[in-house]
């Protein structure tokens, strides 16, 4: 394959979504000034761009998931993608979607509070610093999580200290 096949089969990939980075790009450089034959796998760099896209979006989610109106189209443009390729993604790579990641991090975020908070902070403060509009979601989110609302968990956990001094 001469160097001209190469650079268009390189082409056809990046037009496809198989872009390089720039390790990527260097050695793929020195394949054609070597007489090399084939471009990188554009499989495998596609998986290793979704993973990155994935990383990228679940670091700003961890940074911005108190932010309570916060939606996945938000994140989907600041990483300059489309909010459905950010969602195919995020299922492709972690098997859980975009509201999923999200209410894990508030609930952990909550749980962690109502262990390190004075009992006076009422769950509805807590619901609303971990990114909840309402009690009602927590308490809906924290079950799931957890198989007891909130104020139960509190209580538990209150118990296990008392049973403890």
């Known amino acids: 394959m001469d160097a001209g096949a190469v650079r268009r089969a390189f082409q056809f990939a990046c037009r496809h979504g198989a872009l390089l980075d720039a390790r990527e790009l260097a050695a793929f450089h020195e394949q054609i000034a070597a007489g090399g034959h084939a471009p ?54 972690t098997s859980q979607s975009f509201l999923a990641h999200l209410h894990d991090r508030r609930v952990t975020a909550a749980g962690r509070m109502l262990l390190s908070s004075p009992a006076s902070t009422s769950v509805k403060e807590i619901a609303y610093e ?3 509009a309402s009690t009602r979601d927590l308490d809906r989110h924290f079950r799931r999580a957890t198989g007891m609302t909130p104020g139960k968990y509190r209580r538990w956990l209150a118990d296990i200290h008392d049973d403890r001094s």
């Open 40 to 93: 990188p796998n554009p499989a495998a760099v596609a998986t290793r761009r979704q993973g990155a896209l994935a990383r990228a979006a679940l670091a700003i989610l961890d940074v911005e998931y108190r932010t309570q109106h916060i939606r996945i189209a938000d994140v989907a443009t600041r990483l300059h993608v489309t909010q459905w390729h950010l969602s195919r993604v995020l299922h492709q790579t």
């Open 130 to 132: 971990a990114g909840y």
